[in-house]
């Protein structure tokens, strides 16, 4: 379990499920069965057939008909090709889980003939060939081998997603096709041409695929039919205002009247899905003694490795298995057993808000689905027999949503890809993309990038930009742990800078136990605000780890109301930015002690874009942008009146408040010339 691991040990990987089967002949011959009966594995000739013939074949299946795990491994066993194979995937759950199914399927330990590779965490040997990446690890990974020259076949899954890394790998994928295969019209690759030719395979789950076979120059599309059983759907009578009640209530009513089978509920996000669990385990342990045990599991983008496998297991008789998901599971995996589903409506959507704040910044917005997204999650219950959709709105609600999803290209922050396009020699403004983003988007990515000294005036990558692209981080972040050299405190910032990039907050939100849970956190305050603060917890959490086992560090965090899986990531995130220092010949052990100053002024150097200037009424105004932004109430800054400050993002509700704020000197702003020739001169 998630407990187990000390801090400094890789976190357990899904495997583990797994290693006991790939040991067992017999379960092992039971997987090979249970390939050979997927319904993708009456088409494997004709996939490979039009594989080799075409440079690019679009596939377009029913979801759990075995595209993700099969296809790679008939390309593999068919021999043709001897470098690697690489399937992306938007989702680093999604990348691991399916790398561990895959090498069970060819009875191999994860890692050596099969592997995954997401941030912060891979798995891979020499003698990888098929290798699962999330769509962002293959843009990095352009960085070094722009042709991406190791891979035979590229295969992108879920592009129906159109997760921005998916449209720039499609992008990308255009130019290496003429480069490599010589079918385009650069004259310099004509000598190189077919040499290693590469073989692209998009897949998708969705009715989109005329879109994609356009783009790619009329590449063929082949069908898989699935097995899709049908799906009765109802609808609620009205609109339901609190979706966690309603689910908490339709579950229980699936779990007492209908037969046997398990039920998968679709929720917007991690925060969610916790509330829900906590309530079905209280009610679920009042139930009478006849009903059947309730299991509950979740699935969600930022699950500890290791966890996801729990949804995989067999339901034991006389119980019922209740998976809490995020649009994880609308395709991306497959959860055997399924028959009821419970639908949200809801997801979280990344929004860029280039408008409102000026500068721009990111959100995750609880929105409604697509249509497709509804249709997607009804099918889930359809899979090994006649299933049963509840829907959490109305009939009228399903059909005002729009068709299908806008792509992310379109709605989030294009900075960081602007500067991983800058290394590879790219232009994000002349990529040849499927759907352009807008102007303002560009010009904002840009404005960032030229504050952060990252381009030059004339728009060319500067060498200092091309460390910060070394870094897995933000840009932002990626500076401040440059500018920590020059002020000493690499050690500290390091620290910082993991926890920032941490997919868990650091405080959860505990409104059940507030003031018991501000009493416990004071201890860590320090006066200049909440980077420092964020700093003395992760130093006091560095001295149990070192003292205490694994159940004292669970009661330490518990009783100090701070999150342990946020912790635990921020260690695993700091050792790998600890490697890359090493390989950067940075000192990471440089260290401020306790001054205050050195770390505040490196973080003010990657949140150059993030400083706000006090004003008469109290409120604060930005430097860089128009907003009038109020600190969060959460923050554990003393003066809230001090003159300057920096904060890591904006959180947008009744009014824009600045979260993660410390206070500055408004003497380190004046040192930032970009800065004071704006605003402050
Ligand atoms: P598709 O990509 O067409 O949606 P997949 O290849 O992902 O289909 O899935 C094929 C089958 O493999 C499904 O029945 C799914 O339940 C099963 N499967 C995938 N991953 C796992 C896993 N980690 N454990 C057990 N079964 C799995
Ligand atoms: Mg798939």
Request: charged share 25%; glycine share 6%.
């Amino acid at each position: 379990s998630e407990d187990d691991d000390h801090p400094n040990q890789p976190i357990g990987t899904p495997d583990e499920a797994f290693s006991t089967a790939s040991r067992n002949r017999k379960a092992f011959r039971h997987l090979q069965e249970q390939r050979k009966q997927l319904p993708i594995a009456r088409g494997r000739e004709s996939l490979i057939r039009s594989i080799a013939s075409n440079d690019v074949t679009i596939i377009l299946g029913e979801t759990g008909s075995g595209k993700t795990t099969q296809l790679p491994q008939y390309l593999l066993e068919g021999g043709s090709y001897h470098g690697q194979i690489a399937v992306t995937q938007p989702r680093r759950v999604a990348a691991t889980s399916l790398a561990a199914r895959v090498s069970a399927e060819q009875g191999q330990a994860l890692g050596t003939l099969v592997g995954y590779s997401v941030r912060f965490d891979e798995r891979v040997g020499l003698g990888t060939r098929i290798k699962y990446l999330t769509d962002g690890m293959l843009v990095r990974e352009m960085m070094n081998d722009p042709l991406l020259t190791c891979y035979d076949v590229v295969i992108v899954d879920e592009a129906h997603e159109r997760t921005l890394r998916t449209d720039i790998v499609l992008a990308s994928l255009k130019r290496i096709l003429a480069l490599r295969n010589g079918n385009g019209v650069d004259s310099s690759a004509k000598g190189k041409a077919k040499a290693n030719p590469l073989k692209v395979v998009i897949m998708s789950a969705t009715l989109d695929a005329e879109k994609f076979s356009k783009f790619f120059e009329s590449a063929p599309v082949l069908y898989v039919k699935g097995r899709q059983h049908p799906v009765s759907i109802y609808y609620t009578s009205s609109s339901q205002s609190d979706y966690l009640d309603a689910a908490l209530r339709t579950f229980f009513q699936i779990h007492v009247d209908r037969p046997p089978g398990d039920v998968l509920i679709f929720l917007p996000g991690q925060d969610d899905i916790e509330n829900l669990e906590s309530s079905l385990r209280m009610y679920a342990n009042q139930l009478p003694q006849n009903v059947p045990d309730v299991i509950i599991c979740s699935l969600y983008a930022s699950l500890p490795n290791g966890q996801q496998a729990k949804v995989f297991l067999p339901t034991p008789p006389d119980s019922r298995k209740c998976i809490l998901a995020t649009n994880i599971a609308e395709t991306s995996i497959t959860i055997p057993g399924v028959r009821y589903v419970i639908d949200s409506g809801k997801q979280k959507e990344k929004r860029h808000l280039a408008r409102i704040a000026g500068s721009g910044f990111d959100t995750l917005l609880t929105t409604d689905i697509t249509k497709s997204s509804a249709t997607q999650r009804a099918g889930r219950a359809g899979r090994e027999g006649h299933g049963y959709c509840f829907r959490l709105y109305t009939e009228e609600a399903f059909n005002s949503m729009i068709a299908s999803v806008e792509p992310e290209v379109l709605r989030s922050s294009l900075t960081s890809v602007y500067l991983q396009l800058k290394v590879i020699g790219q232009d994000l403004d002349t990529m040849p993309f499927m759907d352009r983003p807008d102007q303002e988007s560009v010009g904002s990515a840009l404005r960032t990038l030229w504050l952060l000294d990252a381009i030059d005036d004339s728009r060319h990558l500067t060498d200092f930009g091309r460390s910060l692209a070394v870094f897995p981080l933000e840009p932002q972040y990626a500076a401040t742990l440059l500018a920590s050299v020059k002020h000493n405190c690499t050690a500290e910032v390091m620290s910082v800078v993991a926890l920032l990039s941490s997919s868990s907050p650091l405080f959860p939100d505990t409104s059940s136990q507030r003031d018991k849970a501000n009493e416990a956190r004071t201890k860590f305050r320090h006066p200049s605000g909440d980077h420092w603060t964020m700093l003395n917890v992760f130093r006091a959490y560095d001295e149990v780890c070192a003292s205490e086992g694994k159940s004292g560090r669970k009661d330490w965090c518990k009783h100090n109301f701070v999150n342990q899986r946020a912790l635990r990531e921020a260690w695993s995130i700091r050792a790998q930015l600890r490697g890359i220092c090493e390989r950067m010949d940075i000192d990471w052990s440089l260290s401020c002690g306790n001054e205050e100053s050195p770390l505040l002024r490196s973080l003010l150097r990657g949140l150059l874009q993030h400083v706000a200037l006090l004003q008469p009424d109290g409120t604060y105004k930005q430097v860089m942008g128009p907003s009038v932004v109020k600190i969060h109430p959460s923050s554990f800054l003393t003066d809230k009146r001090s003159p300057a400050i920096i904060y890591n993002e904006l959180v947008y509700t009744t009014n824009i408040y600045a979260r993660g704020v410390s206070a500055v000197y408004k003497s380190f702003i004046a040192e930032f010339p970009k800065l004071t020739g704006m605003r402050l001169s």
